[in-house]
């Protein structure tokens, strides 16, 4: 399989924030991160309270995330980031120990971009930053939909429900449920005979539609709604 291309440049270095209760995880991230071109580290925090306070002084474009932190847990955290005004622009990165981690689910569900677990080498976390930064969710990794598929299955009982889905078109359902399978643009086209540029026009359209943040949202969208079964 050929690696995920890369997101395209920008004239502005990406601007990240960790926030993490231990200083040494903080301290490895910092080193990986500010040496890496076109990427800075601009604040960090040893809890959830002070990354909403680190957010908002500092404007980050992407958010490291712990999940289990004192005085506000990442989950929380993550909520109060992506919900807060002017940082509406600000993606967030769940970072995790176990692929097992019950509270991955309901990171994305606050409102979080992708997750990635702690032990992922240099490589992958940088390009998960690129692509947060880029506007995009992490959600490609088969452990992500395995994930998301075990914990939408243990909050069906709070599932929309099929009405949510009538603004969508039919094209778009099906797109949507491409989506929550974990495809990127490029599989999604190939699975429905479209072109990738085609694709993204129905992923972006059906987002307006169903007000989801990003394509992580549109992944929970897709299991709470029953496009995608666990």
Known sequence: MNPPPAPAPRASPIRVLLADDQALVRSGFTLLLDSEEGITVVGQAADGAEAVERALATRPDVVLMDIRMPVLDGIAATARIVSTRGLEHVRVLV???????????????????????????????????????????????????????????????????????AVLTAREREVVALVGRGMSNEEIGAELFLSPATARTHVSHAMVKLAARDRAQLVVIAYQTGLVGP
């Open 95 to 165: 970072l995790t120990t176990y692929d097992t981690d019950a509270h991955v689910y309901e990171a994305l569900r606050a409102g979080a971009s992708g997750f990635l677990l702690k032990d992922a080498g240099p490589a992958e976390l940088l390009h998960a930053v690129r692509v947060l930064a880029a506007g995009d969710a992490l959600i490609a990794p088969s452990i992500t939909r395995r994930l998301i598929a075990r914990f939408a299955a243990a909050g069906a009982a709070a599932a929309v429900g099929q009405e949510r889905l």
